[in-house]
T-cell receptor, first 116, second 116 residues
Framework: GAVVSQHPSRVICKSGTSVKIECRSL??????MFWYRQFPKQSLMLMAT?????????EQGVEKDKFLINHASLTLSTLTVTSAHPEDSSFYIC????????????FGPGTRLTVT | AQSVAQPEDQVNVAEGNPLTVKCTYS??????LFWYVQYPNRGLQFLLK??????LVKGSYGFEAEFNKSQTSFHLKKPSALVSDSALYFC??????????????FGDGTTLTVKP
């Protein structure tokens, strides 16, 4: 099956700094990537949908200036958490899909962000 | 609009017994339906999907699900549970008319615990 990687798997940063998370599709070209946030024992919260070469579409309530998403190529999308605060601490998961491909999404292993 | 409900936060079952994890959905058109599984501190893994055809679909690890259009349900089942099946399970739906590649709506998840 299709493989999606995320880096880093775990990051600790200080309040006020920015953190970049990378999501890569390793064996397919992802026309669409999704970024989710997951709180402990809770569901996935879709943050944004990004299509290669165009601006991301953010879900209601997600600050686009705080969570910068770039999908510069068909195999790479990045999420940058700017000026991170402790309330941004969470598990961030990306997933990928492609037009004319299988209908399901393929998920990365997730990134645990802790802001101190 | 599309939505999905998983009415049970938690399902407990003894090893060797059959298990069912419930899911109901709502879409304006016809649905694509999915089940994903998440192990602790990991991303989601695709289990199975209903796209068209036979209402009973079989997936990974011995799981199956039945699409019931009249009841708008897509319950996940397994004839004999294993302790290793203990995980968080997500049902997802996508309206066939949704042109966003892969974009689905996820339920809140059901924690399955299989006891020896």
């Amino acid at each position: 099956g299709a493989v999606v990687s995320q880096h880093p798997s775990r990051v600790i940063c200080k309040s006020g700094t920015s953190v970049k998370i990378e999501c890569r599709s390793l064996d397919f070209q992802a026309t669409t990537m999704f970024w989710y946030r997951q709180f402990p024992k809770q569901s996935l919260m879709l943050m944004a949908t990004s299509n290669e070469g165009s601006k991301a579409t953010y879900e209601q309530g997600v600050e686009k200036d705080k969570f910068l998403i770039n999908h510069a190529s068909l195999t790479l999308s990045t999420l940058t958490v700017t000026s991170a605060h402790p309330e941004d601490s969470s598990f961030y998961i990306c997933s990928a899909a492609w037009l004319a491909g299988p209908y399901e999404q393929y998920f990365g292993p997730g990134t645990r962000l802790t802001v101190t | 609009a599309q939505s999905v409900a998983q009415p049970e936060d938690q399902v407990n079952v003894a090893e060797g017994n059959p298990l069912t994890v419930k899911c109901t959905y709502s879409v304006s058109g016809n649905p694509y339906l999915f089940w994903y599984v998440q192990y602790p501190n990991r991303g989601l893994q695709f289990l199975l999907k209903y796209i068209t055809g036979d209402n009973l679909v079989k997936g990974s690890y011995g799981f199956e699900a039945e699409f019931n259009k009249s009841q708008t349900s897509f319950h996940l089942k397994k004839p004999s549970a294993l302790v290793s099946d203990s995980a968080l399970y997500f049902c997802a739906v996508r309206d066939r008319g949704n042109t966003n590649a892969g974009k689905s709506t996820f339920g809140d998840g059901t924690t399955l615990t299989v006891k020896p």
